[in-house]
């Protein structure tokens, strides 16, 4: 389980790195529809990342011999300095979304446009819907 999960870190933290940097620096050239289709990438990528070896065409000759041992040897490898930079890194990414949240909150005008439920913002560039229970 947890070697699936490393190797699914990788190809995620890519994923997620360029759709951040597309939708930080392109957002003004690309249409903000097609931004948010986008993010249909991560889940593709993941299915694609998962694809059953079965399915996977494999040469025939990587595979020339197993070697078997009497008493095989299992040696596995401490996952604790795996762990606490995983817990490292998700609690420098959670301070970093509140802390953007709260200062976003903080910035949004109460003040409503004519006949439209919209806010404004001096950080928003774009139009977005803000908060978790019932976005507005």
Not at 19 to 27: A, K, S, W
Not at 45 to 60: E, Q
Not at 78 to 106: K, R
Request: with cysteine; charged share 10%; proline share 5%.
């Amino acid at each position: 389980m947890i070697d699936w999960i490393i190797a699914q870190q990788g190809m995620l933290s890519v994923t997620l790195a360029l759709l951040i940097f597309t939708e930080h620096f392109l957002t003004q050239k690309l249409d903000a529809s097609l931004t948010y289709k986008l993010w249909i990438l991560v889940p593709v990528c993941l299915l694609l990342n998962n694809i059953p070896m079965s399915i996977v065409a494999i040469p025939s000759n990587d595979f020339s011999r197993y070697v078997v041992g009497i008493t095989p040897t299992l040696t596995t490898r401490d996952a604790a300095p795996l762990f606490i930079t995983w817990g490292i890194g998700v609690c420098v990414i959670t301070a970093y979304i509140l802390v953007h949240h709260l200062t976003t909150w903080a910035s949004i005008g109460k003040r409503r446009a004519v006949h439209t439920n919209a806010y404004y913002s001096s950080k928003a560039t774009t139009p977005m819907l803000f908060g978790f229970i019932a976005p507005n």
